[in-house]
């Protein structure tokens, strides 16, 4: 199936490794040209090699998302060396995880920083180019507790449903300039991070951390973890020519984890 993304160029947040990366991996090999970035400059390197192996086009740029400049600086190097950007892939970060209980007003203050104004100040940063370009995708990653809120996960559970707001707004907002906007929530996806909420999880409850993941997969109907590829292969649709009539839609990725019925 072809994408209809052969150069295009599309900024992947986060894109360094896990989702990201996945995400970034896939769209080059369907001819995009992709923007690899992360806070680790060795690590945003390494990723972009990868890439350039595969054949694939891709540059790098080292930065905080959580910093206002930083954000402008990505987005200003991104569109000297490739030109417009046409896709944007709104990765950010997780949040540490804790109870309400434990969670202060500053981690509150910093989680917002990270999953809500990083999404809403980079889309007004690359939608008025769609908007003259008449072609656009933006694609928030979040989390399916969006959806269906998970033990330890307060300010994921709160601040990534903000996110599927604004998507949703904007969805509304720019489908008269032919830009789809969507959010996509994966679960349980065997990433570094997910390692980390895993353990986190069942360490709270007295488990062994060597056993966190059989007790994820026992709920999930699948059987199993996902892997970041499987994301990946989602994400790049979504953002597609192919997916032209696909938008405001939150899409979860979960192996059937979520229990609600839409």
């Not at 559970?157 to 904007?170: D, E, H, K, P, Q």
């Not at 999930?220 to 979504?238: K, Q, S, T, Y």
Request: aromatic share 4%; with cysteine.
């Amino acid at each position: 199936m072809d994408l209809g993304v052969k150069g295009k160029v599309a900024l992947v947040c986060a894109s360094s490794h896990g989702l990201g990366f996945a995400t970034a991996s896939r769209l080059a090999r369907e001819g995009a040209s992709v923007v690899i970035c992360g806070r680790d400059p060795e690590a945003v390197e390494s990723a972009r090699s990868h890439i350039e192996a595969e054949g694939g086009r891709a540059i790098g740029v080292a930065v905080n998302l959580s910093d206002v400049q930083d954000r402008v600086r990505l987005v200003r190097e991104a569109q000297s060396a490739l030109g417009p950007i046409d896709i944007a892939v709104l990765n950010t970060g997780g949040p540490p995880t804790g109870t309400f209980a434990t969670i202060g007003l500053d981690q509150w203050q910093d989680a917002y920083k990270s999953l809500v104004e990083t999404v809403v100040h980079l889309s007004q940063l690359v939608l008025p180019g769609m908007v003259e370009k008449k072609w656009g995708r933006v694609l928030a990653v979040t989390s399916f507790v969006a959806r269906q809120p998970a033990d330890l996960m307060a300010l994921s559970n709160s601040l990534r449903a903000s996110v599927i707001g604004v998507m949703r707004t904007l969805a509304n907002e720019y489908g008269p300039h032919g830009i789809t906007v969507n959010s996509i929530l994966p679960g349980y996806i065997l990433t570094d991070r997910m390692r980390k909420v895993a353990r986190a999880q069942a360490e709270a409850k007295g488990l062994p951390a060597d056993q966190a993941f059989d007790r994820i997969a026992v709920n999930i109907p699948l059987g199993r973890l996902g892997d970041p590829h499987e994301f990946g292969n989602l994400a790049a649709f979504l953002v597609s020519e192919a997916a032209s009539y696909v938008t405001g839609t939150a899409i979860t990725i979960d192996g059937g984890l979520s229990k609600g019925v839409y």
